[in-house]
Protein backbone atom coordinates (compact mmCIF):
# COMPACT_ATOMS: atom_id res chain seq x y z
CA UNK A 1 0.00 0.00 0.00
CA UNK A 2 0.85 3.28 -0.73
CA UNK A 3 2.14 4.54 3.02
CA UNK A 4 1.64 8.58 1.48
CA UNK A 5 -1.88 7.75 0.41
CA UNK A 6 -2.53 5.62 3.72
CA UNK A 7 -1.67 7.99 5.54
CA UNK A 8 -3.70 10.66 3.99
CA UNK A 9 -6.67 8.34 4.46
CA UNK A 10 -6.09 7.62 8.04
CA UNK A 11 -5.90 11.72 8.71
CA UNK A 12 -9.38 12.15 6.49
CA UNK A 13 -11.01 9.30 8.53
CA UNK A 14 -10.10 10.80 11.83
CA UNK A 15 -11.39 14.72 10.56
CA UNK A 16 -14.62 13.63 9.28
CA UNK A 17 -15.32 10.57 11.70
CA UNK A 18 -17.31 12.84 14.27
CA UNK A 19 -19.83 14.12 11.14
CA UNK A 20 -19.81 10.63 9.55
CA UNK A 21 -21.41 9.77 12.76
CA UNK A 22 -23.81 12.94 12.88
CA UNK A 23 -24.81 12.06 9.77
CA UNK A 24 -25.80 8.17 10.32
CA UNK A 25 -27.54 9.73 13.04
CA UNK A 26 -29.73 12.03 10.69
CA UNK A 27 -30.37 9.23 8.88
CA UNK A 28 -31.75 7.10 11.37
CA UNK A 29 -33.87 9.89 12.86
CA UNK A 30 -36.25 9.26 9.97
CA UNK A 31 -38.68 7.02 10.49
CA UNK A 32 -38.50 5.31 6.87
CA UNK A 33 -40.70 2.76 6.02
CA UNK A 34 -42.44 2.07 3.21
CA UNK A 35 -46.00 4.03 3.44
CA UNK A 36 -48.44 5.30 1.28
CA UNK A 37 -47.70 6.14 -2.23
CA UNK A 38 -47.92 9.83 -2.17
CA UNK A 39 -47.16 12.46 -5.14
CA UNK A 40 -42.97 12.56 -5.54
CA UNK A 41 -42.76 9.48 -2.86
CA UNK A 42 -43.75 6.23 -5.05
CA UNK A 43 -42.95 4.08 -1.74
CA UNK A 44 -44.56 6.59 0.44
CA UNK A 45 -42.79 9.69 2.98
CA UNK A 46 -40.72 7.67 4.80
CA UNK A 47 -39.26 4.55 2.89
CA UNK A 48 -35.76 2.90 3.81
CA UNK A 49 -33.49 -0.28 3.59
CA UNK A 50 -35.09 -1.97 6.94
CA UNK A 51 -38.18 -2.12 8.61
CA UNK A 52 -38.83 -1.70 12.00
CA UNK A 53 -38.94 -4.04 14.33
CA UNK A 54 -40.15 -4.99 17.96
CA UNK A 55 -38.20 -5.16 21.86
CA UNK A 56 -36.03 -2.19 21.48
CA UNK A 57 -35.20 -1.02 24.87
CA UNK A 58 -34.96 2.55 23.30
CA UNK A 59 -36.41 4.43 20.25
CA UNK A 60 -35.18 2.77 16.82
CA UNK A 61 -34.83 6.24 15.58
CA UNK A 62 -32.93 7.84 17.92
CA UNK A 63 -29.02 6.47 17.21
CA UNK A 64 -27.17 5.72 20.53
CA UNK A 65 -23.38 5.17 21.05
CA UNK A 66 -22.73 2.57 23.64
CA UNK A 67 -18.65 0.66 24.11
CA UNK A 68 -17.68 1.53 20.38
CA UNK A 69 -21.03 0.49 18.92
CA UNK A 70 -23.80 2.66 17.03
CA UNK A 71 -27.35 1.18 18.18
CA UNK A 72 -30.54 2.26 16.09
CA UNK A 73 -32.79 1.49 13.15
CA UNK A 74 -30.28 1.09 9.82
CA UNK A 75 -27.15 1.86 11.74
CA UNK A 76 -26.10 -1.52 10.37
CA UNK A 77 -28.57 -2.04 7.68
CA UNK A 78 -28.21 0.19 5.51
CA UNK A 79 -28.05 3.49 6.38
CA UNK A 80 -24.59 3.76 8.65
CA UNK A 81 -23.14 1.62 5.29
CA UNK A 82 -24.53 4.35 3.06
CA UNK A 83 -23.06 7.12 4.68
CA UNK A 84 -19.52 5.26 4.68
CA UNK A 85 -20.10 4.86 1.06
CA UNK A 86 -20.64 8.51 0.33
CA UNK A 87 -17.33 9.76 2.57
CA UNK A 88 -15.37 7.31 0.08
CA UNK A 89 -16.54 9.31 -2.52
CA UNK A 90 -16.36 12.99 -0.73
CA UNK A 91 -12.25 12.27 0.01
CA UNK A 92 -11.79 11.10 -3.86
CA UNK A 93 -13.84 14.74 -4.66
CA UNK A 94 -11.84 16.40 -2.17
CA UNK A 95 -8.29 15.13 -3.43
CA UNK A 96 -9.18 16.03 -6.70
CA UNK A 97 -9.05 12.87 -8.21
CA UNK A 98 -8.90 12.86 -12.19
CA UNK A 99 -11.36 9.38 -12.75
CA UNK A 100 -10.92 7.31 -15.67
CA UNK A 101 -14.55 6.25 -15.40
CA UNK A 102 -16.94 8.30 -13.42
CA UNK A 103 -18.61 7.48 -10.22
CA UNK A 104 -21.81 7.57 -9.09
CA UNK A 105 -23.71 7.39 -5.69
CA UNK A 106 -27.34 5.21 -6.00
CA UNK A 107 -29.67 5.86 -3.05
CA UNK A 108 -31.97 3.46 -3.11
CA UNK A 109 -35.91 3.78 -1.01
CA UNK A 110 -37.17 0.38 -1.69
CA UNK A 111 -34.65 -2.30 -1.57
CA UNK A 112 -36.51 -4.23 1.32
CA UNK A 113 -39.51 -4.81 -0.29
CA UNK A 114 -39.87 -4.73 -4.38
CA UNK A 115 -36.72 -2.95 -4.86
CA UNK A 116 -39.40 -1.23 -8.25
CA UNK A 117 -36.37 2.22 -7.30
CA UNK A 118 -33.61 -0.29 -9.54
CA UNK A 119 -35.91 -0.94 -12.03
CA UNK A 120 -37.22 2.21 -12.58
CA UNK A 121 -33.21 3.02 -12.96
CA UNK A 122 -32.34 0.57 -15.46
CA UNK A 123 -35.47 1.51 -17.72
CA UNK A 124 -34.52 5.18 -17.39
CA UNK A 125 -30.31 5.17 -17.44
CA UNK A 126 -27.67 2.79 -18.52
CA UNK A 127 -26.55 0.02 -16.11
CA UNK A 128 -22.88 0.64 -14.63
CA UNK A 129 -20.22 -1.01 -16.25
CA UNK A 130 -19.82 -2.11 -12.34
CA UNK A 131 -21.53 -1.33 -9.59
CA UNK A 132 -21.08 -2.61 -5.83
CA UNK A 133 -23.82 -2.14 -3.15
CA UNK A 134 -22.58 -1.61 0.63
CA UNK A 135 -25.99 -3.70 1.96
CA UNK A 136 -23.47 -6.97 3.08
CA UNK A 137 -20.60 -7.95 4.84
CA UNK A 138 -16.71 -8.28 3.67
CA UNK A 139 -14.88 -9.45 1.96
CA UNK A 140 -17.11 -9.73 -0.83
CA UNK A 141 -20.12 -11.31 -1.77
CA UNK A 142 -20.34 -12.80 -5.29
CA UNK A 143 -23.20 -14.69 -5.75
CA UNK A 144 -27.02 -14.65 -3.85
CA UNK A 145 -29.10 -17.62 -3.56
CA UNK A 146 -32.54 -17.45 -5.99
CA UNK A 147 -36.17 -15.88 -3.84
CA UNK A 148 -38.96 -17.82 -3.72
CA UNK A 149 -42.39 -15.98 -2.02
CA UNK A 150 -45.53 -16.36 -1.72
CA UNK A 151 -48.32 -16.69 0.38
CA UNK A 152 -50.51 -19.73 2.36
CA UNK A 153 -53.88 -18.69 2.28
CA UNK A 154 -56.59 -20.96 4.11
CA UNK A 155 -60.20 -21.28 3.32
CA UNK A 156 -63.17 -18.89 5.18
CA UNK A 157 -63.26 -21.51 8.62
CA UNK A 158 -65.98 -19.40 10.52
CA UNK A 159 -64.05 -21.45 13.46
CA UNK A 160 -62.24 -21.32 17.01
CA UNK A 161 -59.85 -18.46 15.29
CA UNK A 162 -61.49 -14.60 15.53
CA UNK A 163 -57.86 -13.18 14.25
CA UNK A 164 -54.01 -14.23 13.78
CA UNK A 165 -51.02 -11.42 13.62
CA UNK A 166 -47.70 -11.87 13.62
CA UNK A 167 -44.47 -10.17 11.81
CA UNK A 168 -43.61 -6.92 10.68
CA UNK A 169 -42.13 -8.26 7.18
CA UNK A 170 -42.02 -11.15 4.68
CA UNK A 171 -38.13 -11.03 4.76
CA UNK A 172 -37.71 -11.16 8.38
CA UNK A 173 -38.42 -14.05 11.42
CA UNK A 174 -40.82 -12.75 13.91
CA UNK A 175 -40.29 -12.75 17.47
CA UNK A 176 -43.87 -11.96 18.32
CA UNK A 177 -47.57 -12.92 17.38
CA UNK A 178 -50.87 -13.71 18.60
CA UNK A 179 -54.55 -15.02 17.86
CA UNK A 180 -57.36 -14.38 19.16
CA UNK A 181 -59.75 -17.31 20.26
CA UNK A 182 -63.16 -17.77 21.11
CA UNK A 183 -62.23 -20.58 24.05
CA UNK A 184 -62.30 -20.77 27.63
CA UNK A 185 -59.13 -19.48 29.41
CA UNK A 186 -60.18 -21.58 32.58
CA UNK A 187 -59.23 -24.54 30.23
CA UNK A 188 -56.27 -23.74 28.41
CA UNK A 189 -52.84 -24.80 29.54
CA UNK A 190 -49.58 -22.96 29.94
CA UNK A 191 -46.52 -23.47 27.37
CA UNK A 192 -43.62 -22.27 27.06
CA UNK A 193 -43.01 -19.07 25.75
CA UNK A 194 -46.71 -19.21 25.94
CA UNK A 195 -48.88 -16.41 27.51
CA UNK A 196 -52.47 -16.33 27.73
CA UNK A 197 -54.92 -13.36 28.00
CA UNK A 198 -58.70 -12.76 28.72
CA UNK A 199 -59.80 -10.70 25.92
CA UNK A 200 -63.46 -10.19 27.14
CA UNK A 201 -66.91 -11.81 25.87
CA UNK A 202 -65.54 -15.45 26.18
CA UNK A 203 -62.12 -14.68 24.07
CA UNK A 204 -58.61 -15.28 25.25
CA UNK A 205 -55.77 -13.55 23.43
CA UNK A 206 -52.90 -16.52 23.05
CA UNK A 207 -49.21 -14.60 22.16
CA UNK A 208 -46.23 -16.60 21.16
CA UNK A 209 -42.34 -14.85 21.71
CA UNK A 210 -39.71 -15.81 19.80
CA UNK A 211 -36.07 -14.76 18.41
CA UNK A 212 -36.30 -12.10 15.67
CA UNK A 213 -33.90 -12.44 12.35
CA UNK A 214 -33.47 -12.20 8.93
CA UNK A 215 -34.62 -14.52 6.54
CA UNK A 216 -31.60 -14.73 5.25
CA UNK A 217 -30.18 -16.37 8.41
CA UNK A 218 -32.72 -18.17 10.01
CA UNK A 219 -30.66 -20.23 11.98
CA UNK A 220 -31.02 -19.72 16.07
CA UNK A 221 -34.40 -18.12 15.12
CA UNK A 222 -37.40 -18.79 17.09
CA UNK A 223 -40.11 -18.32 14.69
CA UNK A 224 -43.70 -16.56 17.23
CA UNK A 225 -45.66 -17.71 14.93
CA UNK A 226 -44.81 -21.30 14.82
CA UNK A 227 -45.16 -21.08 18.56
CA UNK A 228 -48.96 -20.14 18.23
CA UNK A 229 -49.61 -22.91 15.62
CA UNK A 230 -48.29 -25.05 17.79
CA UNK A 231 -50.00 -23.96 21.01
CA UNK A 232 -53.40 -23.96 18.75
CA UNK A 233 -52.82 -27.56 17.55
CA UNK A 234 -51.89 -29.19 20.61
CA UNK A 235 -54.70 -27.74 22.44
CA UNK A 236 -57.26 -28.29 20.03
CA UNK A 237 -58.06 -24.92 19.35
CA UNK A 238 -59.76 -25.18 16.07
CA UNK A 239 -62.01 -26.76 14.41
CA UNK A 240 -62.08 -29.17 10.98
CA UNK A 241 -60.85 -26.35 8.50
CA UNK A 242 -58.88 -23.79 10.71
CA UNK A 243 -56.74 -27.65 11.71
CA UNK A 244 -56.16 -28.81 8.05
CA UNK A 245 -54.76 -25.01 7.45
CA UNK A 246 -53.01 -25.25 10.76
CA UNK A 247 -51.58 -28.54 9.90
CA UNK A 248 -49.78 -26.71 6.88
CA UNK A 249 -48.07 -24.06 8.19
CA UNK A 250 -46.58 -26.67 10.65
CA UNK A 251 -45.18 -27.90 7.74
CA UNK A 252 -43.55 -24.76 7.01
CA UNK A 253 -42.58 -24.09 10.35
CA UNK A 254 -40.96 -27.18 11.12
CA UNK A 255 -37.87 -26.81 9.88
CA UNK A 256 -35.52 -23.29 8.42
CA UNK A 257 -33.76 -25.71 6.09
CA UNK A 258 -37.78 -26.83 4.29
CA UNK A 259 -37.34 -30.37 5.84
CA UNK A 260 -41.24 -30.24 7.05
CA UNK A 261 -42.86 -29.12 3.05
CA UNK A 262 -40.22 -31.54 1.39
CA UNK A 263 -38.15 -28.71 0.27
CA UNK A 264 -34.33 -29.26 1.78
CA UNK A 265 -31.75 -29.24 -0.38
CA UNK A 266 -28.03 -27.86 -0.92
CA UNK A 267 -25.31 -27.24 -3.18
CA UNK A 268 -21.74 -26.17 -3.36
CA UNK A 269 -21.77 -22.52 -3.95
CA UNK A 270 -24.82 -21.71 -1.80
CA UNK A 271 -25.34 -24.35 0.96
CA UNK A 272 -28.57 -25.23 2.04
CA UNK A 273 -31.96 -23.77 1.17
CA UNK A 274 -33.95 -21.67 3.83
CA UNK A 275 -37.31 -20.40 4.04
CA UNK A 276 -39.65 -18.74 7.23
CA UNK A 277 -43.56 -17.02 7.28
CA UNK A 278 -42.96 -13.45 8.04
CA UNK A 279 -46.23 -12.86 8.43
CA UNK A 280 -49.64 -13.93 9.22
CA UNK A 281 -52.78 -11.91 9.24
CA UNK A 282 -56.83 -12.47 8.74
CA UNK A 283 -58.41 -11.01 4.90
CA UNK A 284 -61.51 -11.47 4.89
CA UNK A 285 -62.42 -14.06 6.75
CA UNK A 286 -59.16 -16.35 5.59
CA UNK A 287 -55.69 -16.93 7.13
CA UNK A 288 -52.82 -15.75 5.10
CA UNK A 289 -49.35 -16.76 6.20
CA UNK A 290 -46.28 -14.77 3.90
CA UNK A 291 -42.83 -17.32 2.71
CA UNK A 292 -39.58 -16.10 1.99
CA UNK A 293 -37.41 -19.09 0.80
CA UNK A 294 -33.77 -18.42 -0.06
CA UNK A 295 -32.71 -21.32 -2.78
CA UNK A 296 -29.23 -22.64 -4.26
CA UNK A 297 -28.82 -23.64 -7.58
CA UNK A 298 -30.29 -27.50 -6.73
CA UNK A 299 -33.83 -26.13 -7.27
CA UNK A 300 -35.83 -23.60 -8.91
CA UNK A 301 -39.02 -21.96 -8.70
CA UNK A 302 -41.34 -23.68 -10.88
CA UNK A 303 -40.42 -26.72 -8.69
CA UNK A 304 -40.57 -25.24 -5.30
CA UNK A 305 -44.20 -24.07 -6.61
CA UNK A 306 -44.91 -28.00 -7.00
CA UNK A 307 -43.23 -28.97 -3.91
CA UNK A 308 -45.29 -26.98 -2.13
CA UNK A 309 -48.26 -27.21 -3.17
CA UNK A 310 -48.14 -30.75 -2.68
CA UNK A 311 -47.29 -30.26 0.81
CA UNK A 312 -49.92 -27.76 1.68
CA UNK A 313 -52.47 -30.37 0.75
CA UNK A 314 -56.10 -29.24 0.52
CA UNK A 315 -56.33 -27.13 3.63
CA UNK A 316 -54.40 -24.45 2.23
CA UNK A 317 -53.76 -22.65 -0.90
CA UNK A 318 -50.17 -21.34 -2.14
CA UNK A 319 -51.14 -18.05 -3.86
CA UNK A 320 -48.87 -14.79 -5.31
CA UNK A 321 -45.62 -16.60 -6.34
CA UNK A 322 -42.89 -15.29 -7.21
CA UNK A 323 -39.38 -16.15 -7.71
CA UNK A 324 -36.08 -15.42 -8.73
CA UNK A 325 -33.07 -17.63 -10.05
CA UNK A 326 -29.64 -17.28 -8.04
CA UNK A 327 -27.09 -15.10 -9.29
CA UNK A 328 -23.25 -15.88 -9.45
CA UNK A 329 -20.33 -14.33 -10.65
CA UNK A 330 -16.93 -16.27 -10.64
CA UNK A 331 -14.26 -15.20 -8.12
CA UNK A 332 -11.03 -14.69 -10.39
CA UNK A 333 -13.05 -12.25 -12.00
CA UNK A 334 -11.55 -8.94 -11.97
CA UNK A 335 -13.52 -6.27 -10.45
CA UNK A 336 -14.04 -9.45 -8.04
CA UNK A 337 -10.25 -9.19 -7.33
CA UNK A 338 -10.32 -5.79 -6.74
CA UNK A 339 -12.41 -5.79 -4.28
CA UNK A 340 -11.18 -8.92 -2.00
CA UNK A 341 -7.63 -7.77 -2.78
CA UNK A 342 -8.02 -3.88 -1.10
CA UNK A 343 -10.25 -6.13 1.62
CA UNK A 344 -7.03 -8.27 2.45
CA UNK A 345 -4.38 -5.70 1.57
CA UNK A 346 -5.88 -3.38 4.47
CA UNK A 347 -7.25 -5.70 6.77
CA UNK A 348 -4.20 -8.49 6.67
CA UNK A 349 -6.49 -11.57 6.46
CA UNK A 350 -6.48 -14.17 3.66
CA UNK A 351 -10.08 -13.93 3.24
CA UNK A 352 -11.87 -15.77 0.12
CA UNK A 353 -15.25 -14.16 -1.72
CA UNK A 354 -18.57 -15.49 -0.77
CA UNK A 355 -22.20 -16.32 -1.48
CA UNK A 356 -25.05 -15.97 0.79
CA UNK A 357 -29.03 -15.47 0.76
CA UNK A 358 -29.82 -12.27 0.92
CA UNK A 359 -31.21 -10.34 -1.97
CA UNK A 360 -29.49 -6.49 -2.85
CA UNK A 361 -29.47 -4.39 -5.26
CA UNK A 362 -26.64 -6.22 -6.80
CA UNK A 363 -28.47 -8.96 -8.57
CA UNK A 364 -30.59 -6.49 -10.72
CA UNK A 365 -27.20 -5.41 -12.76
CA UNK A 366 -25.17 -7.17 -15.10
CA UNK A 367 -21.89 -7.36 -13.15
CA UNK A 368 -22.17 -6.02 -9.58
CA UNK A 369 -21.57 -7.50 -6.13
CA UNK A 370 -22.09 -6.68 -2.75
CA UNK A 371 -19.05 -4.98 -0.63
CA UNK A 372 -19.94 -3.95 2.83
CA UNK A 373 -19.15 -3.37 6.32
CA UNK A 374 -21.83 -5.79 8.07
CA UNK A 375 -19.91 -8.08 10.25
CA UNK A 376 -22.00 -10.76 11.17
CA UNK A 377 -19.21 -13.00 12.09
CA UNK A 378 -18.25 -10.46 15.36
CA UNK A 379 -20.16 -11.36 18.69
CA UNK A 380 -23.23 -8.61 19.09
CA UNK A 381 -22.53 -7.02 22.73
CA UNK A 382 -24.95 -8.05 25.52
CA UNK A 383 -26.98 -4.72 24.60
CA UNK A 384 -26.54 -4.47 20.89
CA UNK A 385 -28.78 -6.67 18.30
CA UNK A 386 -28.38 -7.80 14.63
CA UNK A 387 -29.91 -6.29 11.21
CA UNK A 388 -33.61 -6.64 11.38
CA UNK A 389 -33.56 -6.94 14.53
CA UNK A 390 -34.55 -5.26 17.98
CA UNK A 391 -31.35 -2.96 19.22
CA UNK A 392 -29.63 -3.19 15.73
CA UNK A 393 -25.78 -3.17 16.48
CA UNK A 394 -22.64 -2.03 14.32
CA UNK A 395 -19.03 -1.42 15.53
CA UNK A 396 -17.70 2.20 14.98
CA UNK A 397 -14.61 0.85 14.02
CA UNK A 398 -15.66 -1.56 11.21
CA UNK A 399 -17.17 1.72 9.53
CA UNK A 400 -14.42 3.95 9.49
CA UNK A 401 -12.01 0.96 8.57
CA UNK A 402 -14.63 0.77 5.45
CA UNK A 403 -14.37 4.02 4.18
CA UNK A 404 -10.73 3.05 3.60
CA UNK A 405 -11.14 -0.38 2.12
CA UNK A 406 -13.70 1.80 -0.35
CA UNK A 407 -11.51 4.79 -0.96
CA UNK A 408 -8.65 2.19 -1.80
CA UNK A 409 -10.92 -0.36 -4.13
CA UNK A 410 -12.57 2.55 -6.06
CA UNK A 411 -8.96 3.40 -6.83
CA UNK A 412 -8.35 0.11 -7.66
CA UNK A 413 -11.38 -0.25 -10.03
CA UNK A 414 -10.45 2.55 -11.82
CA UNK A 415 -7.38 0.81 -13.25
CA UNK A 416 -9.58 -2.18 -14.65
CA UNK A 417 -10.04 -2.35 -18.69
CA UNK A 418 -13.86 -3.08 -18.50
Known amino acids: MDQGLNQKIDAYIAENKEQLLQDIAALVAIDSVEGTPEEGAPFGKGPRAALVGNGWTADPFKMRIQDGWLLGRGVSDDKGPMVV ?105 NAPNITLEPAGEGCVRVRGWGKAGHAAMPEGTVNAIGLVVNYLLDNGLCNDAERAYLEALRKLHASTAGTGLGIDCADGPFGPLTIIGGRIYMEEGRLVQTIDSRFPTCTDGDKLAAQVTAALGSGAQLQDVD ?96
Open 85 to 189: ALYALKFLKEQGYELRYPIRALIGDNEETHMQDVEYYLKNYPAPVFCFTPDAEFPVCNGEKGHFGGKIVSPVCNGVICDFEGGVANNAVPDRASALLHTDITKLK
Open 323 to 418: AAEPFYIEADSPAIQACINTYNEVTGEDAKPFTMGGGTYARHFPYAVSFGPEHVDLPLPEFGGPMHGANEAAPIDKLLEAVKIYILALLRLEEIDF
